[in-house]
């Protein structure tokens, strides 16, 4: 019970965070198979190199690190970022352009802060990603989904929204999006960064997975074809070194860069210095190249594994096939319920995620959403065969 | 400028960030002696005590510390600050009332989210710390200060604003106040918590500086004198350990924790696990109270050499003489002006805070802030002659 004569703010009216956690909660039981979640592979984080790199910077520069930050960024780091993304992308990135954030949840945060007044409109995927939906709905904006095919989000029922809707944001996920795993095509890249400059919205592009490709060609972001600074990149170092360590990026207008740096005097006065310092390290020792390389060995296996599982699922079954990512997004026939199949699956041993909480309208009951990266080959042919006899049981 | 179309969010009408960041940029000027800012001492920063720990704790248990963690904090170090809350306070901590913060700046603001709307009244005192000021400006709300004398806010006065503005929040530094150094005396503590009992509004208690404490016995803080949930607790080790690893926590009511918990979520996830591992270590390694005594000496002694030097600054000067913390509160004539000075004194090597800038209203011209704790003994006796003769020439 809330102390007497006091009550929440408003924003949280409709946010209980309650549904997810339950899910969430049961993945810690022994012997869980967890298709749910979005973790890298327990193999995948590097913990020995960290410890060396840990130790190493807190004796070469630990005054500093240990001491007070920029709010802009832990000087090294920016630096090395800088490059680091210069080398990556087409567009041109500077200092001014960069903030490194407490993990991409945190770029969200202030992105929102700096552009969102309750009740305006934001543009979002339909499936997205939920935890960002819980972000937009704290800062009690309208979401309106726009229809999506295998392509990602479809040009004219974009535009047929932004004239309707004038939304402030549109928020998209475009390479092996959560929960779909689609990836935008490049030909929908370019028209999207041109629409919000001529209707005048910004684009927050939300890609932690582009460099978990298993197959296929790099496509260039959205933000390489923004002319005129109407798209917000957020990067995140989660899916490729560490999620732990919560060190992620933005890259904007300067302007926009500034605002968000104010707005995050007052959330976290500044990301750790120590995990930047170490995410550096992994830039200026050239470990992240070969990492990535590494670690995408293992999920493609896992991720094709999983394909090679879903073929023998009932007729009517129907799921992405990702280039990469960490997910698979299943569609079973109207009459099938995966979340109240939910429980029934977690007393079977086995977790993933109800496609309905995907859905900034719900519903959608009979959608799923599959994660490969946190489980092992043994329990992705067993969960896998579960789920498949649960489901031809169930369908 | 704004990319054409955009608008940012009117959280920020008021919030401009500018006029306190053009002092903090001149402080790294060379052989500028500072005593703005409220950074510790860097040789009270244990570097090589955290490489270690670092990479020990990575080696120990660092899958679990790179992958995704609770919200709830990163369970060893809830168990071991629980334990260590327990054994400092006489009021009752458990899992269920503490929330790890990303600093204690990320306890303020999921506070804000958690209670405030715009326009509520949030009571301060007056001056009060700047940032969190920042903060409550940037949720928009009512700031109404609340006068002070040398034992910290006068009850009546409290009793009346809070009458008179119906307020959401009272935000107070009880303990070796940011920017006076004054600490509300005990009996006051007492009658704070009952008033917000009575009246229905919350306490947020910010106390990072209770364990820098030179002279004098421990005062109990006002969330021990909580029966009814109605005192917020923010505490943190940036003063004691370190302000780059931004670990802090907050007590409070199970509700209003597992609010700020769900604002959490969408903030940063997570406080960084490794972050919160280092601090572990610290209090099962029993380092904090050792090391705490060991920063205190030099302290203590800086404190005293720069009262001691204020002593002889020109009639007229008063100051606050606190028993602990990192500074001391000036209080020139009224004709004199620290804010104007300000540039004069940085071409002559010497910066401080104009007063100005810790008042909700502004005003307050003739007041500055000192901080002790960053300079060496020699840094204190230079600057504060280069301070007394341009005062002296200023007054």
């Given at each position: 019970m809330i102390p007497e004569g006091l009550s929440f703010a408003s924003r949280f009216d409709k946010v209980t965070g309650s549904a997810i956690r339950e899910i969430f909660k049961v993945l810690g039981r022994p012997n869980m198979i967890s298709f749910a979640g979005g973790n890298p592979s327990m193999d995948a984080l590097p913990n020995e190199v960290c410890a060396n790199i840990a130790r190493d910077v807190l004796l070469a520069d630990g005054k500093r690190i240990l001491q007070y930050g920029a709010t802009e960024g832990y000087p090294?780091?920016?630096e090395s970022l800088v490059d680091y993304l210069a080398s990556t992308f087409t567009f041109p990135v500077s200092k001014q352009t960069v903030l490194p954030t407490t993990g991409s949840t945190s770029g969200m945060d202030l992105i929102c802060k700096a552009m969102l007044n309750p009740g305006d409109t934001v543009l979002v995927e339909s499936p997205t990603f939920l935890g960002n939906m819980q972000t937009l709905n704290l800062y009690q904006s309208n979401l309106v989904p726009v229809e999506s095919d295998d392509d990602g989000v479809m040009l004219d029922k974009l535009e047929a929204a932004v004239i309707e809707h004038k939304p402030k944001l549109l928020y998209i996920i475009p390479t092996f999006q959560n929960p779909s795993g689609r990836t935008l095509a490049a030909d929908r890249r370019e028209p999207i960064a041109k629409m919000a400059a001529k209707y005048g919205f910004l684009v927050v592009e939300d890609d932690p997975y582009r460099d978990l490709r298993y197959c296929g060609e790099d496509i260039a972001p959205i933000k390489a074809y923004d002319q005129t600074g109407h798209v917000a990149y957020?990067?995140?170092?989660?899916?490729?070194?560490?999620?732990?360590?919560?060190?992620?990026?933005?890259?904007?207008?300067?302007?926009?860069?500034?605002?968000?740096?104010?707005?995050?005097?007052?959330?976290?006065?500044?990301?750790p210095n120590l995990n930047q310092a170490i995410i550096d390290q992994f830039l200026r020792r050239q470990l992240l190249a070969p990492h990535i390389a590494e670690i995408?060995?293992?999920?493609?296996?896992?991720?094709?594994?999983?394909?090679?599982?879903?073929?023998?699922?009932?007729?009517?079954?129907?799921?992405?096939?990702?280039?990469?990512?960490?997910?698979i997004f299943v569609e079973m026939p109207e009459t099938f319920n995966a979340t109240t199949l939910f429980d029934t699956a977690v007393e079977s041993g086995v977790a993933y995620v109800p496609g309905t909480f995907f859905y900034p309208d719900g519903g959608h009951h009979n959608t799923l959403r599959l994660n490969f990266s946190n489980s092992t080959i043994d329990q992705i042919k067993q969960g896998m065969k579960i789920l498949r006899e649960l489901f031809e049981a169930n369908i």
């Open positions: 090294p780091f920016v957020m990067g995140s170092f989660s899916k490729i070194i560490s999620p732990g360590l919560r060190v992620g990026y933005m890259i904007a207008n300067e302007d926009i860069i500034r605002k968000c740096t104010i707005g995050k005097q007052g959330t976290d006065l500044h990301t995408g060995v293992p999920y493609r296996e896992k991720l094709n594994l999983m394909l090679d599982e879903l073929d023998s699922f009932p007729k009517g079954t129907k799921y992405t096939r990702p280039d990469g990512g960490l997910f």
